[in-house]
């Protein structure tokens, strides 16, 4: 159980486009979910949290209108990059929650390359 | 706000020796701490944690660890490696809220 998936698994995309990325929890109900962004040989870095039908929660310093995040459903979150560039080539890698502003465990998906050409 | 440090970059040991790796947090109040393992380009599973109790923490694949808050430390251990543990392994803390804060993380080579 406690299953997360992601997709795409990895992208590719040209600079100035945009790229959406979805988190899904397959088998159980999402209050909570997570965006992470991690760098090579790097730890990862929280971007925000979004809850289902509010707006998401950015974390200092991460640039909102860029990295639009809609939680529409208690399964499914999604992240947009908008008019990417190169320097947002990363791994995205969401986790979700089954409670809310609780810490219990994050469930992690496998996570989104993002390669901007 | 809460910190992990995790002085290890790199680990090498053989199979079926004992593993250690070394964290260190840094948080005002009773610190919820983590370990997860990640795989080459997968997500994070969880091996285990600690909220509370019991300061020897029992986790999956044989894996333990142990709070100890005198050193501000969250050690994990496996008394005897498998080629398939051969990994990236981050330490986490979490505070009063839902935040994990990770630490760099430290990759393990298990050679034959």
């Known amino acids: 159980g406690a299953v997360v998936s992601q997709h795409p698994s990895w992208v590719i995309c040209k600079s100035g486009t945009s790229v959406k990325i979805e988190c899904r929890s397959l088998?159980?109900?999402?209050?909570?979910m997570f965006w992470y962004r991690q760098f090579p040989k790097q730890s990862l870095m929280l971007m925000a949290t979004?809850?289902?039908?509010?707006?998401?929660?950015?974390e200092q310093g991460v640039e909102k209108d860029k990295f639009l995040i809609n939680h529409a459903s208690l399964t499914l979150s999604t992240l947009t990059v908008t008019s990417a560039h190169p320097e947002d080539s990363s791994f995205y890698i969401c986790?979700?929650?089954?409670?809310?502003?609780?810490?219990?465990?994050?469930?992690f998906g496998p996570g989104t390359r993002l390669t901007v050409t | 706000a809460q910190s992990v440090t995790q002085p290890d970059i790199h680990i090498t040991v053989s199979e079926g020796a004992s593993l250690e790796l070394r964290c260190n947090y840094s948080y005002g109040a009773t610190p919820y701490l983590f370990w997860y393992v990640q795989s080459p380009g997968q997500g994070l599973q969880l091996l285990l944690k600690?909220?509370?109790?019991?300061?020897l923490v029992q986790g999956i694949k044989g894996f333990e660890a142990e709070f100890k808050r005198s050193q501000s430390s969250f050690n994990l251990r496996k008394p005897s490696v498998h080629w398939s543990d051969a990994a990236e392994y981050f330490c986490a803390v979490g505070a009063g809220d839902y935040k994990l804060s990770f630490g760099a993380g430290t990759t393990v080579t298990v050679r034959a």
């Open positions: 986790s979700a929650s089954p409670s809310t502003g609780g810490l219990v465990e994050q469930y």
């Open positions: 979004s809850n289902e039908g509010s707006k998401a929660t950015y």
């Open positions: 600690y909220f509370s109790g019991d300061t």
């Open positions: 088998d159980f109900q999402a209050t909570t």
